[in-house]
Structure formats: C-alpha cells, structure tokens
C-alpha cells in the first residue's frame, strides 16, 4: 500500500486544520464513494465572471436559429442537449400558431386526418360532387373494365334474344325490343355485382383515404361515385338496346318476319330507368358491408334465393309481396303492364338504402 503524503494546504483549507476541505486533519486525502472530487479543467462561465445575455436577433424575435448548420452538444445524460440559452421562447412554426410581429392568416384548406367524419369544406355541394364524379370515370372507363363488361353484356343479350326468336312459333310482326325485357334482369345482376365491386374495392385497396385527401366530404365521394355508376349502366343499358335490336332484326329477316316498333319507346325508357336502379342497390350492399365476397354473397343471395322464398312463403298466407321487394321491384319496373307502381317502389327502396349507406359511411370513423 502507497504511504500518503500529506499535501500543502490548499485554497479552500479549514483554518487550524492541514490541507483543504478534502483533507483530513493530519493531512491525508479524504477517500469514498461519497466524497465529491473537485472538477479539473477550465472554470466555467459563471465562474469567470460572466453572465448569460438576454437572447437577440432571431431568438429575440421568437423565430429560432436557422436549420442549416444547426449544431447541438451533448448533454451530461448522455442525449442531446439545446443549444438555445434558457428562458427563449418556444419555436411556435411547428405548433400552427402566430410568430411574434407577424400576420397570421388561418389555414382552412389544409385537410386533416382521414380517420374523421365529414369535415368543413367550403366549396359548393355540385363542385365537390362532380369533381368525385371525375374522379371515378378515370376508374370506370378503363379500357380492361369498359371493353370486357360491355362485350360481356352484348353477348348475353345477342344469346338471350336469339334465343327468344328459336323458341317463336308465331310468323307474325316481331316485337324489336321484347327480347330485352327478358334479359334486363340478368344484365341488371352483372350491374349490381359490378357496382358492389367498385366501392368495396376502395376498402380492399386502401385508397379511401387518398380520395378523402383530396375531397373531404364524404356524402359528396359517395354521391359522385355513384354518379360514375349512373353513367356506367347508362352505357350497358345502351348496349343492351343495341344488341338486342340488331339480334332481333337479323334473325327476324332470317325467319320471314317483319320487326315493329310499337313497344320500343316504353321499353327504352323502362330501360334505362332499371339499369340505373341495380347499380343504386349493388351500390347500397357494397358500401354497407365493405367487403366484396360479402356483399356479392348479399346481392346474389337475396335477389336468387331470398325473395323468391319469402314469395312462396307469403303465398301460403294469400298475400302478394313480390310487388315490394327491391329486386323484384325493379324487374317490374323494366316487364310490368302498368310501371306505376314498380317505378314508386323502387325509387323507396333506393332511397332508403343508399341514404342509409352514406349515413353509415359518413359516421364511421375508420375505413
């Protein structure tokens, strides 16, 4: 063990004692854990007689130092340590909030957080729907979703209205558009699927919350992308009324039969006001149910097998309910003598559920 050398008194010695206050009295070192080591190097500023100033330039004026070259020091803990001399305000640019000595305008086209139900937009309702309208054009009318669709439809009806001239006995007149009363309701399933798939596809992919980026209202994406649908069955039903009078033409001059026109405005019109109404409904389910093996399972399901058996049901009972249901509403609406009351009844029901569908839409925090 090394003898301990008893050492000059110090700066901070006791008076009476050797050494400093680190020293015991006969002069050794004091030694421990607990005993605090006197710091070796330069004085600090404090200690050399100089004092903290007040901030000036940008730190006085609540701005903050420039980015670049910005350098910090570590800190005795370990981390990083602000270079800013305490008592500066708080760099408020981060926080959204007026600098110091500046005007401040308040920023209300900034959009926020998806996640939230509909937000302020000052825009017209029309604006904001027709812009969504755009939006899922560029979608609908995608040359490997357009082409297949419309040359899918084009085939059934061609099918279905060669069929109907076969299967005739009659030699007389041929009704041009009859065929396309009985293939509306087929078309109109492929219609209900298609636009089931188009909004439950935008929660399979993702994409709601870059389309609520850009259009915040949610009311007004719903409404524009049906619009987009609108359009989209518009362009089927067209095709079915083409088709089906160049199939029945052909196949009328084949048999010796003249085609007449006599049915053909009523039937254009029952048309084009069905197709429209099975996207509103595929529409509805997709929007409601979200997932697209769902909502096709829904659609297909009730139009196949759930009406039908709640009609055999309600037979039983010597009451007449086919009249009332959506789907069978609307194939009324393209088949029915009278279109009164199919066209009453489906217009209800697509209220009431797509209202229902963007009610729930609007509401619901996540996507």
Known sequence: ???????????GAVPGRQGGADRLPDGRRRTGPGVRRR?????RPAERGRVPQPPRGRAAAGRGPRRRGRRTEPDRGGGRRDPRPPGRPTDLRGAG???????HRARTDRPSSPDQPDREDSRPVLTRVHQAFRSELVKLLRPRLLWPLLGSVAAATAAVAAGTAALRDDPGPVDLLGPARTATPLIGLVMMCVAANAFCQEYREGTWRNLLVRQPARGAL?????????????????????????????????????????????????????????????????LLLRSTAAALGTVLGWTLVAESALTALAATKGWDISPWLPASAVTRLSAAPSPTLPTLTTTAWCTL???TATHHFTRTPHL
């Open 1 to 11: 063990m090394r003898p301990l050398r008893p050492d000059a008194p110090g700066p």
């Open 39 to 43: 710091r070796r190097g330069p004085p």
């Open 97 to 103: 909030l007026p600098r110091p000595g500046h005007r």
């Open 222 to 286: 719903a409404t524009g992308k049906l619009a987009g649908l609108a359009l989209l069955s518009l362009l089927v039903a067209a095709t079915v009324w083409a088709t089906c009078a160049a199939t029945t033409t052909l196949t009328a001059a084949r048999h010796g039969s003249p085609p007449h026109w006599d049915g053909a405005p009523s039937t254009t019109l029952r048309l084009l006001a069905a197709m429209p109404a099975y996207a509103v409904l595929g529409s509805a389910a997709g």
């Open 353 to 355: 559920l797509f209202t």
